[in-house]
């Protein structure tokens, strides 16, 4: 069974800095793809950022510059994904969400595609973060 399950979320001023953690496990593809989507009450779901497993990334331009994806797959029981948030601003504030796409990868131009999500398989909880003065 695969498990997802985000941390990390939290309060900050605008231009401070969050780190958003997501712990994977239980899925045993080759190919997968990891990714931070985003979604704010009476808003379309966005793609954040994603990372697959050959470590090639692509990010939002709403984000790009600002956010880096990384994962850490040193345990082969489990994957780490996490999201760095540097210059957040208020429009960042929303619930965030991890999710994997099993043998499966994105890149730029599918993060693009409006059924972009259905990609995914697994979906965490949801973290939520607020900027805020």
């Known amino acids: 069974q695969v498990q997802v399950a985000e941390s990390g979320g939290g309060s900050v001023q605008p231009g401070g800095s969050l780190t958003l953690s997501c712990r994977t496990s239980?899925?045993?593809?080759?190919?997968?793809?990891l990714a931070w989507f985003r979604q704010a009450p009476g808003k379309e779901r966005e793609a954040v950022a994603t990372i697959n497993n050959d470590g090639r990334t692509a990010y939002a331009d709403s984000v790009k510059g600002r956010f880096t994806i990384s994962k850490d797959d040193a345990d082969t029981s489990q994957n780490t994904l996490t999201l760095h948030c540097n210059n957040l601003t208020p429009d960042d504030t929303t619930i965030y969400y991890c999710a994997v796409a099993r043998g499966w990868w994105a890149d730029t131009r599918t993060m693009r595609e409006s059924d972009f999500a259905s990609h995914f398989d697994d979906w965490g909880q949801g973290t939520q973060v607020t900027v805020s003065s």
């Open positions: 239980g899925y045993t593809y080759v190919n997968y793809c």
